[in-house]
């Protein structure tokens, strides 16, 4: 009875003061499909969102869980490295796929100009446009330049050249004032005035703080946009190096080499 009284007291206090109400929102009569009859409404694709479905249906509730990709733990899959068993058979096929490099061997990247379509951080800025094919990329404090949103490179070969692949490095960090970029994509153009898409690629290898996204191309081009999408739950992106490979090393570089890690991404692919 105590206890009654004294919550009674605290609602009654709160409701004096306002605490518990708001403006009011009058929407007029509508009509809303119905996209599932459920209980709980989970909204995520992260190992957070899918225990929390799991504690659910575990207490009896109907649960609906909402991810924006195909698959789920993607907190976690973008970032793990799995290693081979030392007993593992190296010379089978799967094992190939899976633990191959996705860098060219040779790396010698083509040259060119750029031009970015946002200015970058401050904090980390490219001035004099020379950071992003500069071969410096193994310190995200000196080597790297920032944006707070997603940035899209113009780069210019000089040349129509045939191009190969395009190999994209950048730093991540997770947690507090962390760092992340998504998604990378490619588009190919002779003028600079017709675009065409040719690639895009959320797949991703992982050493300490950098990360690399490598898209194999088979085109000619003198143009190339490079857009770099910042991870949404991140304030900022910090790129690199674009590197960008002519088709004649690509081919080369069918015969890659070996490493001792892969990622959740690339055993997905090969199988």
């Given at each position: 009875?105590?206890?009654?009284?004294?919550?009674?007291?605290?609602?009654?206090?709160?409701?004096?003061?306002?605490?518990?109400?708001?403006?009011?929102?009058?929407?007029?009569?509508?009509?809303?499909?119905?996209?599932?009859?459920?209980?709980?409404?989970?909204?995520?694709?992260?190992?957070?969102?899918?225990a929390a479905?799991?504690?659910?249906?575990?207490?009896?509730?109907?649960?609906?869980?909402?991810?924006?990709?195909?698959?789920?733990?993607?907190?976690?899959?973008?970032?793990?490295?799995?290693?081979?068993?030392?007993?593992?058979?190296?010379?089978?096929?799967?094992?190939?796929?899976?633990?191959?490099?996705?860098?060219?061997?040779?790396?010698?990247?083509?040259?060119?100009?750029?031009?970015?379509?946002?200015?970058?951080?401050?904090?980390?800025?490219?001035?004099?446009?020379?950071?992003?094919?500069?071969?410096?990329?193994?310190?995200?404090?000196?080597?790297?330049?920032?944006?707070?949103?997603?940035?899209?490179?113009?780069?210019?070969?000089?040349?129509?050249?045939?191009?190969?692949?395009?190999?994209?490095?950048?730093?991540?960090?997770?947690?507090?004032?962390?760092?992340?970029?998504?998604?990378?994509?490619?588009?190919?153009?002779?003028?600079?005035?017709?675009?065409?898409?040719?690639?895009?690629?959320?797949?991703?290898?992982?050493?300490?703080?950098?990360?690399?996204?490598?898209?194999?191309?088979?085109?000619?081009?003198?143009?190339?946009?490079?857009?770099?999408?910042?991870?949404?739950?991140?304030?900022?992106?910090?790129?690199?190096?674009?590197?960008?490979?002519?088709?004649?090393?690509?081919?080369?570089?069918?015969?890659?080499?070996?490493?001792?890690?892969t990622t959740?991404?690339?055993?997905?692919?090969?199988?």
């Open positions: 009875m105590k206890q009654m009284k004294i919550g009674q007291v605290i609602a009654a206090s709160m409701l004096a003061g306002g605490l518990l109400w708001g403006a009011d929102v009058v929407e007029s009569a509508k009509q809303l499909p119905l996209v599932q009859d459920t209980d709980v409404v989970v909204v995520g694709g992260s190992s957070g969102a899918v479905a799991q504690k659910a249906a575990a207490s009896g509730a109907k649960v609906f869980l909402v991810a924006p990709r195909p698959y789920l733990g993607d907190d976690m899959a973008g970032h793990l490295n799995l290693r081979a068993d030392v007993n593992e058979d190296t010379s089978s096929e799967l094992y190939s796929k899976i633990f191959a490099s996705s860098a060219p061997i040779s790396s010698k990247s083509l040259a060119y100009s750029y031009q970015a379509n946002e200015k970058a951080s401050p904090r980390h800025n490219d001035p004099k446009n020379t950071r992003m094919n500069d071969g410096e990329y193994s310190n995200s404090s000196q080597d790297s330049v920032e944006f707070e949103k997603d940035v899209e490179y113009t780069l210019d070969l000089g040349s129509l050249q045939e191009v190969g692949g395009v190999l994209v490095y950048t730093f991540s960090r997770e947690g507090s004032g962390g760092f992340m970029t998504e998604e990378i994509s490619v588009q190919v153009s002779s003028d600079a005035k017709q675009w065409m898409p040719v690639g895009t690629t959320q797949d991703q290898e992982n050493k300490e703080d950098i990360t690399s996204f490598n898209l194999p191309l088979s085109t000619k081009a003198q143009y190339l946009k490079v857009t770099a999408k910042k991870m949404k739950k991140y304030s900022r992106q910090l790129l690199g190096e674009i590197c960008v490979y002519p088709a004649v090393e690509s081919k080369k570089s069918e015969t890659r080499q070996m490493t001792s890690e959740p991404f690339k055993i997905k692919r090969a199988l």
